[in-house]
């Protein structure tokens, strides 16, 4: 194992220091700024339930599918940083073919980037995930400025199941999830 040499470590810190010491005397010169107005928090540890968090797996005979129905379907929910929720889906298509992707969106209807894997690292849809109340939230999913899904996200009481209702292109699909794991 190749270790990075403590010498180049402080040069490269050093090299840092020096090059802000400027920066720093001309901002210690400056006039100071107004205090920013207080930040008006978002986060999805204080707006998404916990009993949301976990992996579900989609129940295919209980959901009704605009199209053909996958063979599988697992959809993750978690907190990640900044305060977002963080939403994996897999989805294993009739043909057996897979797909997957993620989106982290605060839940206050700010855009946040979907991935896909069909495109690899390149931004597939902007959604907004919007809380309606304690146990519902509403999505929108656009790509190139056109809102191409609508929908909304539903937790039942007890928290064992979670039903995703959306509308693309004129049709409906409801998809019934279930708790797998956590």
Known sequence: MTQFPLRRCAAILVSAIAISLPAMALAQTATPAAPAPPAVRSDAREQVPAALLGIWKADIAASTYASTPPREALRVFQYTADGK???MFLTVAANGSVSNGHWSAQVDGGDALEY?????????NIVTL????????????????VVSITGSYLLSEDGQTLTYKYQAVGR???IL???WMG
């Open 177 to 179: 999830y279930r708790r």
């Open 116 to 124: 896909h894997s069909s495109y690899g690292s390149t931004p597939y």
């Open 172 to 174: 409906e699909t409801t």
């Open 130 to 145: 919007t809380k309606v109340d304690a146990r519902n939230f509403n999505l929108a999913v656009s790509r190139h400025g």
């Open 85 to 87: 929720v963080l939403v």
